[in-house]
Each structure stands twice: as C-alpha cells, then as structure tokens.
C-alpha cells in the first residue's frame, strides 16, 4: 500500500487549453486513464462520453459570451427559466456564460428561440463535435439580428468583481480522502468529476497493484494510534485485492475505507468559492477539509482580491 499526503492544484493549465483538450483531461480522472492522453485522442473520448450520456464530463468547461439582442428576445431567453447559466444585463450587451451541457440541453427544449439559435450555433462553428446529435443544423435565416462573440479569459479576469465572481469558472483538482470528497460534493452549485472505484480497479499495474490511502492528519506517525491505522489499512489492502481474484472492483470496493485516496475536479464559478470557504475553513469545518481548503483560499486570495 502506499500512504500520501493531501494537495490540491488549480487548474491553469486547462484554462488556455482547448475547449475538448479541457473535457477530455477531467473526463479520464474517472478512471484514472491520463496515461491514454495523446495529440488525437481528445475528439473520440468526447464524442464517446456524449454518446454514453457521461454528461457531468460535459460540465466541465463554460464559456462566456457576449450576446446583442433586443430586449423581446432576452426577455424570450428569460422566460425559458435556463437553468445553470449566468447571465448580465450589461449596457451594450447580455454576458451569458453557459457550460456545454447547459448549452446542449437548452437548445434541446428551445431550439426555436432566437437567443439559443445564435449562442449554439456560434458554438457549433468553432467545435461542432460538441453539439453533435443535437444540433440540428439551425433554422436561423439570418434575420433576427442576434449576435454573438466570445470573451477570452483575459476579458473575463477583467470584469468588474461582482461579474468577475458570477462569470470566472475555475477548476480544482483534489487529491484527498473519500471522507473530504463525500463533503465537497455536497456543493451543488460545483460541477464535479471524480476517480470513480467501480471502474478503478487498484490490483492493476497502473496503479503498482496496490491502494493508497491519504495520511490522516489525526494520526502523527510513530505513534500508537498512527500503528493501528496503518495496520487496518494493509489489512484492509489485502481482504480488497483478494475479493478482486473473484469479483469486480464494484463489489471489492464494499471494504474500502474513508482514507482511501480520491482524486476529485471541481469546478465552480469564483462566488461559489467564497462560498466553500466561508463555510470549509472555520474551525467548525472536518481538520482534513481544512487542511487543503485554507492554503486554497489563500491562493486565491492572493489571485482575486477583489472578490474574496
Ligand atoms: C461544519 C459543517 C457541518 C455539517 N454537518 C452536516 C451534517 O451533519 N449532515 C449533513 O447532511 N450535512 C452537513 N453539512 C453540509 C451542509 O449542510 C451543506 O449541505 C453543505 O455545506 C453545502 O453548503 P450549502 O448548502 O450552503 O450550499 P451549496 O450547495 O454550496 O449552495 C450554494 C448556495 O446555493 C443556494 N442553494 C443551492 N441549492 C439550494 C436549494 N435546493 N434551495 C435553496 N438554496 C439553494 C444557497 O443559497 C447556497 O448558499 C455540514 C457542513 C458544514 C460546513
């Protein structure tokens, strides 16, 4: 067995990456399939999840747009009640910033409206395979005069803060144990994706044959309590990779314990992060929760001021 400590990284690098560069690299932490990331390999594993209908993946990457329309039309988008996109009324313009789950399943029910005609179809110009057995070629004749254009990521790190908060989607990767991740997804503003142990099978090589577990920060090592948790851990070990000779890792993995290393993304605008923190650093909140959420509120501080 192997015994790791608690991190988290925020996820920059997805950021600036494409928008299926991004889905595909959270999509794969459910089953631990990194090691199958390849130049091409992106567009099949998004075009297969939408097909399985694996469509928290699809939740994983917004954007953010700039819509013109008259005020009839926004109030015709309004009266849809979209759910899950966030939406300003600025001078010149609607902000609308929507995952491609929102987007795919709005344009499902109203295809027909004109606001959802021109923000689909302005996304199915750049990445059609997202929008596939969806789109239905549109039936816009160009006549509504609703326009569309993208704001970069620049643009949005420069909104006022209180659209900064509403619009700034950020994703976090956790590597904690199951009992912090049990608590994190009770957020339900947060889209979530995480190492899943029905398909996780530890008893292969990929993983060295063996479960990790997070070291519990109750326990300092070299102490007697520290000897009783590693102990039930490698017992525990040994009972799950020996129900695997003779059944699958859904059922094997009945016994295994909170300490058992998750890898979890969330991702969530910045208000929804204030939000966890106010609530996930406090002394009330569990000492493991704590032990990554403060650091991670400190980061982000640091980075967004304005907005915690
Ligand atoms: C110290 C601590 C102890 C806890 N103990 C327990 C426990 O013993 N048992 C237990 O089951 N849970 C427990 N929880 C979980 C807690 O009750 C919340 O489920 C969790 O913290 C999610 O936070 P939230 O509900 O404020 O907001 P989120 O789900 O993060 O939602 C953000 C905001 O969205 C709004 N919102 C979202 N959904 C709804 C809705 N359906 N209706 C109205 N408004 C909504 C609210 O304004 C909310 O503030 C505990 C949490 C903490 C921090």
Redesign the pocket.
Same mark, same amino acid.
């Given at each position: 067995m192997r015994i790791v400590a608690p991190s988290y990284s925020i996820q920059d690098d997805l950021d600036r990456a494409s928008l299926v560069v991004r889905l595909e690299a959270c999509g794969r932490i459910c089953y631990k399939s990194e090691g199958l990331i390849s130049e091409s390999s992106a567009l099949p594993f998004v075009k297969k999840i939408a097909e399985h209908g694996h469509n928290s993946v699809m939740e994983m990457a917004v954007v953010t747009m700039g819509v013109k329309c008259s005020g009839e039309q926004f109030d015709s988008l309004l009266a849809l009640e979209p759910k899950y996109l966030f939406m300003d009324r600025l001078e010149t313009e609607v902000l609308v910033t929507a995952s491609i789950r929102s987007l795919r399943e709005l344009y499902q029910r109203a295809s027909d409206n004109p606001v959802v005609q021109a923000m689909v179809a302005f996304m199915v110009a750049g990445h059609p395979y997202l929008f596939e057995g969806v789109w239905d070629g549109g039936g816009d004749d160009g006549t509504s005069g609703v326009e569309v254009r993208k704001l970069d990521l620049d643009e949005v790190d420069a909104l006022s803060s209180e659209l900064l908060a509403k619009h700034r989607f950020l994703g976090v990767k956790f590597i904690v144990n199951r009992a912090v991740t049990h +608590?994190i997804v =009770? $957020? =339900?503003?947060?889209s979530f994706l995480q190492e899943s142990q029905r398909y996780c099978r530890y008893s292969q090589d990929k993983f060295d044959n063996q479960v990790t577990f997070i070291n519990p920060m109750f326990y300092e090592e070299g102490t007697d309590e520290f000897a009783l948790w590693e102990k039930a851990m490698e017992d525990t070990e040994e009972i799950y990779l020996k129900l695997l000779e003779t059944s699958t890792p859904q059922a094997a993995r009945t016994v295994l314990p909170n300490s058992c290393k998750t890898e979890i993304i969330v991702y969530c605008n910045l208000a929804?992060w204030r $939000?966890?923190f106010r609530? =996930?650093t406090?002394p009330?909140? +569990?000492p493991s929760m704590r032990e990554v959420m403060i650091p991670l509120a400190a980061e982000m501080k640091e980075r967004y001021s304005a907005v915690f």
């Open positions: +608590e =009770r $957020h =339900r503003p947060c929804e $939000h966890i609530l =996930r406090t009330a909140a +569990e």
